[in-house]
């Protein structure tokens, strides 16, 4: 994948990653603010399109070194993920609108 679609790949997934989430909730809230909202947002997509370069370009024994040290910050704590209701949802209309069948 050429490194311009890993990019938007990235910036996609992030959008998406925050979209009805807790921290746009707070940016509501005025909790956090614009500059802290564009930072967290840079962040998540660099370190997002970090990870697909990786797994996507790199060489399958530099992802596998990659993904040994990302392993060493498992959450143990958090909860196992689920299918995100908001992401399907989306996902349904899109397939149900009548340009999503060009």
């Not at 996507?56 to 040290?69: C, F, G, R, S």
């Not at 060493?72 to 399907?88: C, D």
Request: charged letters at 25%; proline letters at 4%.
């Amino acid at each position: 994948m050429e490194d311009q679609n890993i990019k938007k790949l990235a910036l996609i997934l992030s959008a998406n990653c925050i979209r009805e989430s807790a921290i746009e909730e707070c940016q509501k809230k005025g909790q956090i603010n614009d500059q802290q909202i564009n930072q967290f947002n840079k962040e998540m997509s660099d370190r997002l399109y970090t990870f697909l370069t990786y797994l996507l370009q790199k060489p399958a024994e530099e992802y596998t070194v990659m993904m040994e040290a990302l392993a060493k910050h498992y959450p143990e704590s958090w909860e196992q993920p689920e299918l995100s209701q908001v992401i399907l949802q989306q996902q349904s209309q899109a397939s149900s609108s009548p340009s999503a069948h060009h």
